[in-house]
């Protein structure tokens, strides 16, 4: 069973539109949550991390974490044709190797 | 900056045969890992190195083996490639190996085909 579960698989947005991605851990050792964004053919990219209960705001991107429930969102505003992208959370505990989800993939139409 | 190299980009081998995978990183980073990434799918991990000989398995190990030989460098061993086992192998690396792993940085992976 996965660990860390993703929702939407897929996600459809018009441009300019809100998109809202869903994680959660089911581990309960895990201490951090990260995000990743991958473009097509390229290798994934860290695009935000949150380790505090509440909300972090860079730009356009905004997560979410409820520490007791182990569950992040990721919400992307103003949506454009370069956030289509696989969207991988990640969660993580002391030093071991961040454990991934299988991806939310982003299609952000003109 | 630093970078993350891996060899070869692509690999193509034989149903049953031992094939090799390396990376090398100039961030002079301590913790070095393999994922193995199917379809576009999300990443699993195979191995992972917090330093120089250690070695720590994640959740798909079997039928891997791996060598931490110096800090600079992690290598990833398929012991017997199963054929149609296409996946892109991602080297990453991070430092701090203390209360929270650090970002992890990512080579640009491995495309291995087996025929």
């Known amino acids: 069973q996965q660990k860390v579960q993703q929702s939407p698989e897929s996600l459809i947005v018009p441009e300019g539109g809100m998109a809202s991605l869903n994680c959660t851990s089911s581990?309960?050792?895990?201490?951090y949550f990260w995000w990743y964004r991958q473009h097509s053919g390229k290798s994934p990219k860290m695009l935000m991390?949150?380790?505090?209960?509440g909300e972090k705001e860079e730009g356009r991107f905004t997560v979410h974490l409820n520490k007791a429930s182990l569950h992040t969102s990721l919400h992307i505003r103003d949506s454009q044709p370069s956030d289509s992208a696989l969207y991988l959370c990640?969660?993580?505990?002391?030093?071991?190797?961040?454990?991934f989800g299988l991806g939310t993939r982003v299609s952000v139409f003109p | 900056g630093g970078i993350i190299t891996q060899t070869p980009k692509f690999l193509i081998g034989q149903e049953g045969q031992k094939l090799t995978l390396k990376c090398q990183q100039n961030?002079?980073?301590?913790?070095m890992y393999w994922y193995r990434q199917d379809s576009g799918k999300g990443l699993r991990l195979i191995y992972y190195?917090?330093?120089?000989?250690?070695?720590q398995k994640g959740d798909l190990s079997e039928g891997y083996d791996a060598s931490r030989e110096k800090k600079s460098s992690f290598s990833l061993t398929v012991t017997s490639a199963q054929k149609n086992e296409m996946a892109v192998f991602l080297c990453?690396?991070?430092?701090?190996?203390?209360?929270?792993?650090?970002?992890?940085?990512f080579g640009e992976g491995s495309k291995l085909t087996v025929l």
């Open positions: 581990d309960r050792n895990v201490d």
């Open positions: 961030f002079n980073h301590d913790t």
């Open positions: 190195s917090i330093t120089e000989n250690d070695l």
């Open positions: 990640a969660a993580s505990h002391y030093a071991q190797g961040l454990t």
């Open positions: 990453a690396s991070s430092n701090l190996q203390g209360a929270a792993t650090g970002q992890l940085y």
């Open positions: 991390s949150i380790f505090s209960n």
